[in-house]
């Protein structure tokens, strides 16, 4: 839940305890615990919540959504109305 | 990838909507348990994008406004003791409990402090040793390994003047009593992507089959939950019922192993009243044995507190998607945002405040109706 | 399945109510809702003359066959010092900004101090040195003053209370009742840098940020204004509350609509990001030197272009229309296309985590 937001490591301070580092958030910084994401890498995204970051972000996986909402666009385009009634017709039959 | 502005994009976000509507040939209520994403909905709007079949009922998803009655008097009386710093995150200082908030103690001479993190308390107690200082820790499995995190060093410090007062709670049991309670209306669940980031996804799965709902882990950008109610809406018209993962950037299967430990290491599981709600076994945490001297509640001995909530207003129906809010006596008369009932006029994201704005923007339409943007 | 059931939402309850508050919050004076009931139930009734009817920052008196612009504002702000400013400069830069939004030309500033005991004279001096450079920036004299010491413990070091007056042009008659459905809704440049660069150094919650506070006099921004036309109708600085509650207040007292495009507003990228984080939203950020106007559809392109070429308006932008739908409130067309309503805040904007 919870107003949590991705931002860049700029710098791991390895001496402290728990982990911090400095993290970039679009302009804005902020000393974050690393703890549970303790192998992060400096240049790479975490998302962070009341100063914690909970995870690392996943590029590939990112990327990969949005390729997929770009290839929906596609599919509509290409294809239009006639796509749209096979694919609703397609799924009306494999429901109950 | 700065993984906001890309998420976030009009005509991707046209796309996605333009398939929803496409999939959708009738109605589906879908309910998203949590704060963050109710609110992403109100601010962007998404609500009115939808196609008119596909409702959205925003569930039982704010920390701050299930946190019981109960509690929240325990954290007045404390805050109110003149050798205790009171901390705590913004937003529970306007949140009402029985006679005042903890605005109003500030009022009355009592140290309350606003905080961005629980270890912002942490360094509060070391700077003032001559004072307690008291974190109040709400939240649900998002926020649970930050204040694990705080109370696991007090204790490597030996800090003897920082204590929590814990009022944390999870969310598969809530969704558990949801789809338990008579009448329920959901038929898919968009499960928190941040307390999916910290837990995995390893709780739905038993959920997702016992009930026959879809659960689809869901982000908060605008995109991100477009696609979370595609792939819930999809899902339902096909008949499935399946746990996905429509957050994957963020969320990995088993979530955060270090973080899980902590969680383990310091807290435990138990019943937790929810605000409207009522008592849900399993939902919340609290701490254990070994960290019982960290326990405000023991420290400063308000375990005889007892709270009785005045049934007064529907927010737990509406909460659950039972009733409109409109449907509520109480709505636009008695509760308003200025003077709210319960917890769902207090927040702008409540359903109940939300409908109050507008409702007055053209009454006496439906919201949905009423937010189609004019010309 | 009844006896499984843990939720039976036939006994579920709600918090209790809580009703007005017998003491002052904090709210009382974070420019929203709860300040405006103050001045509506308390200070409106007690003080009784049609004057403050208007709700206006400053009032416009006919005095000796003049039009006199009168105004007064009291600064607290901690920390005193901030990126970009200090309590000195919007001790002037506030008032001067008040007067001129009726339109009025600034002419003199009294200046009032209460001093916690025990405060460094130094602090008190850049105090003063700011409202003096400020002053000087702005055109304005600080004529007479008054100083009060407090015990310590009994305030945040250093409290100032301006007053002002200045002399409204003939023609100009502007207040947020004559906001008409058509006009545009124009803001002088970037909003919520105020607010933010003020948050970055509060106890608690510092981060790191490469920008100032807006603090600067708008008086001669207005005067440039006002040379393209005298008939502008409406000026408001959105200082607390935002951009979110000046507009309110000016849909209400007008009973008109205002629709904006949320594409439109410029907002920072490190302002962004801050709302971002603490979970604030820019409309409702303090700003110490822009201001919004409302301004006839015919006169906009004018003004803008006038606005653009003045140091105080390189970066304004018209964000939005007054329109006859939804009278009194405030709607932001977003940009995915959906809406929502932007409301008068309550009380102070809080950082929140959900």
């Keep these: ?96 | 990838m700065r993984y906001l502005d890309e998420f976030n994009d009009p005509e991707l976000a046209r796309r996605l909507l333009d398939e929803i509507r496409a999939t959708t040939t009738r109605p589906w209520a879908l309910m998203e348990v949590c704060g963050g994403q109710t609110h992403s909905i109100i601010r962007h709007g998404i609500d009115q994008l939808l196609p008119d079949e596909v409702e959205l009922i925003h569930g039982p998803g704010c920390p701050v406004c299930v946190t019981p009655l109960e509690c929240i008097d325990k954290a007045l009386e404390i805050a109110a003791r003149p050798d205790v710093i009171f901390c705590s995150f913004g937003d529970m200082l306007r949140v009402p409990g029985t006679d005042r908030d903890l605005f109003r103690v500030r009022g009355e001479g009592g140290d309350v402090r606003v905080v961005y993190s629980p270890l912002d308390a942490l360094q509060l107690a070391r700077r003032h040793p001559d004072k307690q200082v008291v974190f109040f820790a709400i939240g649900f499995e998002t926020t649970a390994p930050a204040n694990a995190m705080a109370v696991h060093q007090a204790r490597r410090l030996g800090l003897a003047n920082f204590t929590l007062l814990v009022s944390h709670v999870r969310v598969p049991p809530a969704i558990e009593a949801i789809m338990t309670a008579p009448a329920c209306r959901v038929q898919g669940f968009l499960a928190a992507g941040h307390v999916c980031s910290v837990m995995g996804m390893a709780e739905y799965p038993e959920l997702a089959e016992r009930h026959g709902v879809p659960v689809v882990v869901t982000g908060f950008e605008p995109l991100d939950i477009l696609e979370g109610i595609r792939r819930t809406v999809g899902q339902l018209e096909r008949g499935e019922h399946r746990v996905e993962n429509a957050y994957a950037r963020a969320v990995r299967p088993d979530g955060n192993p270090a973080a899980i430990r902590m969680i383990e290491e310091v807290f435990e599981v138990t019943d937790r009243s929810w605000r409207g709600i009522g008592r849900i076994p399993g939902s919340g945490w609290r701490l254990n044995e070994a960290y019982r001297d960290f326990d405000a509640e023991h420290r400063f001995d308000v375990t005889g507190i007892r709270t009785e909530e005045p049934a007064e207003c529907r927010a737990g129906e509406v909460l659950q998607g039972l009733i409109k809010p409109t449907d509520c006596a109480a709505f636009g008369t008695t509760c308003t945002p200025r003077t709210p009932l319960g917890a769902t006029m207090v927040s702008s994201e409540g359903a109940c405040a939300a409908y109050h704005l507008y409702r007055r923007m053209s009454e006496p339409a439906r919201p949905r109706e009423e937010m189609n943007p004019v010309g | 399945m009844a006896e499984q059931t843990v939720v039976d939402p036939a006994n579920w309850s709600c918090p209790a109510p809580i009703r007005d508050q017998p003491v002052v919050v904090m709210g009382h004076g974070g420019g929203g809702a709860l300040s405006a009931e103050l001045i509506e139930q308390i200070f409106a009734p007690a003080y009784g003359n049609a004057l403050l009817a208007g709700l206006t920052d400053s009032a416009v008196l006919h005095l000796g066959g003049a039009r006199l612009a009168l105004s007064t504002d009291s600064y607290v702000v901690r920390p005193l010092f901030f990126p970009g400013g200090c309590l000195g400069d919007l001790a002037v830069n506030g008032t001067v900004n008040d007067l001129a939004m009726s339109g009025a030309r600034p002419a003199y500033l009294s200046a009032a101090f209460v001093l916690e005991e025990g405060v460094e004279l130094t602090v008190v001096e850049r105090v003063a040195r700011a409202m003096g450079a400020a002053a000087e920036t702005a055109g304005v004299t600080i004529a007479t003053g008054d100083t009060k010491v407090v015990e310590a413990g009994h305030g945040d070091g250093v409290y100032v209370t301006t007053a002002g007056v200045g002399l409204v042009p003939e023609r100009v008659d502007i207040r947020p009742q004559r906001a008409r459905p058509g006009d545009a809704v124009i803001v002088s440049g970037p909003i919520g840098l105020h607010g933010v660069a003020v948050l970055s150094v509060r106890e608690g919650l510092e981060f790191g940020v490469e920008i100032a506070s807006d603090t600067a006099p708008l008086a001669d921004l207005v005067a440039t204004m006002l040379d393209v036309t005298p008939d502008i109708h409406v000026l408001r600085d959105p200082t607390r509350g935002g951009l979110a509650a000046s507009l309110n207040e000016i849909a209400r007292a007008s009973g008109t609509g205002v629709r904006l495009a949320e594409r439109a507003i410029p907002v920072p990228d490190a302002v962004a990001a801050a709302c971002g984080f603490l979970g604030l939203d820019p409309l409702y950020v303090a700003n110490e030197g822009r201001l919004v106007a409302f301004v006839p559809p015919a006169e906009a392109e004018a003004v803008l272009a006038a606005m653009r070429a003045h140091p105080q308006g390189a970066g304004a932008a018209v964000v939005g229309e007054c329109v006859t739908e939804h009278p009194g409130m405030v709607v932001v067309a977003t940009g995915l296309g959906g809406t929502r309503v932007v409301d008068l805040p309550l009380g102070e904007q809080l950082p929140r985590i959900c």
Excluded at chain 1, 5 to 14: A, L, Y
């Design chain 1, 1 to 96: 839940m919870c107003l949590a937001v991705p931002g860049r490591v700029v710098s791991i301070d390895d001496t402290s305890d728990p982990l911090t580092g400095l993290i970039d958030f679009g302009g804005v910084r902020k000393q974050v615990c690393l703890e549970y994401v303790s192998d992060v890498e400096v240049g790479e995204y975490v998302i962070v919540h009341v100063g914690f970051a909970l995870q690392r972000l996943d590029e590939e996986s990112a990327l990969a959504s949005l390729k997929l909402f770009e290839e929906l666009g596609l599919l509509e385009e290409e294809f239009g109305d006639a796509w749209r009634q096979a694919a609703q017709q397609a799924e009306g039959s494999e429901a109950r």
